[in-house]
């Protein structure tokens, strides 16, 4: 857009790119992504055929995609400054996202020469994302880091590097039904950070660290956790009613449902709860699965008791939640395993905006004070004659 506008309190509706990407249409409830609907490609299609298809506008064919599994492969192990930091960061007890934002900004240091329009680095930071989760939480258990099978896929080698264990056929499908489901939504905060970093012809490395920066507020990455934690404390089908009423009579949030841009059902909600249930069925706790479905059902016609008029649905963290869990994945693993990954969306947003040349700058409106003067005063004695890094004698 180039005619000037007025302030609008958070860029809220402000078109500030366009992309091939994805398409977020929240009054119809769809997401498309790179052409396909979400609940046709991200069922069946393997996470590296859908960065493939994010990077290059299309699905890739058998040889392309053996190709894709060979490159990231080749950059899964993770330097040692970066398994460094993460022994650093389990020693201190860091949160993960913490760690995860730290082993990032040296994804590249073996890779001194990589420019911002070098793909190595893009293949580096999408393979080495999961491998430093998985060293990250297993050295926080007191347990050694275990190094990547080549011969596995993304998503099965997150779980085998958390675990030790080669995952089932049904566990690796639910984790890459999940990656795929959020691999890329619209411009949110982490997304818009990464074009902003990149369209100062800054480097991939700076775009994905600064795009965790912003997935780990709360207000964008969410929390998954405590929409589980809520079917917990149900416990039984028979007290979700008596229990949901009592937190929406305080005033309480009921996690897991509405959404800022879908006003009907989330749509990656309806993709994950076939996942969830698929895993479940093969190798899983069918019971919880089952009060999870009385638990939602009960909810949305509570909500639209109590809230008449607002349209509050299942979203994306409530479906999350329990596939997650499904996978044997503690709660504070589910943002970074989020980032797994949205980082292959990152990358192509940042590509993207790279091959536009343009900076991202928008303008501020000043409403600080004006007329002041300024009267020059006597300027001070400093307090200490030596410089700030000696002891003053």
């Known amino acids: 857009m180039n005619k000037q506008q007025g302030f609008v309190s958070g860029l809220e509706g402000v078109v500030a790119a366009q992309t091939r990407l994805s398409h977020v249409d929240g009054q119809r409830g ?22 493939f298809l994010l990077w290059h506008d299309r699905l890739p064919d058998a040889a392309e995609l053996a190709q894709m599994h060979i490159d990231l492969a080749q950059w899964r192990m993770l330097p040692t400054a970066a398994l460094e ?13 913490d760690a995860l934002r730290m082993a990032a900004a040296v994804c590249d240091i073996d890779l001194p020469d990589c420019t911002v329009d070098d793909r190595r680095c893009d293949f580096a930071l999408l393979a ?28 099965a080698n997150y ?42 012809q800054s480097d991939m490395t700076s775009a994905v660290t600064g795009a965790l920066g912003a997935l780990k507020g709360p207000l ?9 934690e809520m079917v917990f404390a149900i416990g039984k089908a028979e007290h979700a009613e008596e229990y949901l009423r009592a937190k929406l009579a305080a005033g309480e949030r009921l996690m897991g449902f509405g959404h800022r841009v879908y006003k009907v059902r989330d749509p990656r909600a309806e993709v994950l709860a076939a ?23 009960t909810a949305v016609r509570l909500l639209a008791e109590y809230k008449p008029g607002r349209v509050l649905q299942t979203n994306v963290e409530f479906y999350t939640a329990l596939l ?70």
């Open 159 to 200: 779980l085998y590097m958390l675990t030790g264990a080669s995952p089932s056929s049904a566990r690796v499908r639910a984790l890459e039904t999940y990656l795929n489901t959020v691999i890329d939504h619209g411009l949110n905060a982490s997304t818009f950070t990464a074009r902003v970093i990149i369209a100062t």
């Open 30 to 51: 769809e997401l498309i992504l790179a052409g396909y609907r979400v609940e046709e490609i991200a069922p069946s299609a393997t996470f590296e055929a859908m960065v």
């Open 220 to 228: 964008h990455g969410g929390a998954p956790g405590p929409a589980l």
């Open 275 to 297: 996942a969830a249930e698929a895993l479940y069925a093969a190798d899983g706790d069918r019971a919880l699965f089952e009060l999870a479905k009385h638990v939602e059902a």
């Open 128 to 155: 080495r994302l999961p491998t430093a989760i998985a060293a990250y939480w297993r050295l926080r258990q007191g347990k050694t880091p275990i190094p990547p099978d080549p011969a596995l896929g993304h998503a």
């Open 85 to 97: 930091l993460l022994q650093a960061a389990a020693a201190a007890r860091r949160p993960a996202m």
């Open 324 to 393: 997650l869990h499904g996978l044997d994945l503690p709660v504070a693993l589910f943002t970074p395993t989020f980032a797994v990954a949205r980082a292959a969306g990152w990358i192509a947003h940042a590509r993207e905006q790279l091959a536009t040349g343009r900076l991202l700058r928008p303008a501020a409106e000043y409403i600080g004070a004006t007329g002041r003067v300024w009267r020059e005063h006597a300027t001070p004695a400093p307090l200490i004659s030596s410089p700030w890094w000696q002891s003053p004698s």
